[in-house]
């Protein structure tokens, strides 16, 4: 199955996404978070910098797991910060 490219605000939400999840881990190191969430550093890496800007929803309603962040919470975040000042 061949997916269509992502338009530029798939992309934006993408690193929203990524920054906010940076933001919830806090001093936490990569490897603590990506092991209590089951994933692996590379794939957390990935997300927090953008470069998987559509991950799976289980991923991250693992990763809002591990950091203790309601996925309301974490959605409202992205959605905030894409509304214009």
């Keep these: 199955m061949v997916r269509p490219p992502l338009n530029t605000e798939q992309r934006l939400r993408g690193q929203r996404l990524g920054q906010a999840l940076r933001a919830a881990r806090g001093s936490r190191s990569m490897v ?14 990935k997300i927090e910098s953008g470069r998987v800007p559509t991950p799976a929803f289980f991923t991250v309603a693992a990763l809002a797991q591990a950091l203790g962040v ?3 919470a974490l959605s409202a975040q992205v959605r905030r910060t894409a509304e214009p000042e």
């Design 32 to 45: 603590d978070v990506a092991t209590r969430a089951g994933i692996s550093v590379e794939t957390l890496r």
């Design 70 to 72: 309601p996925l309301t």
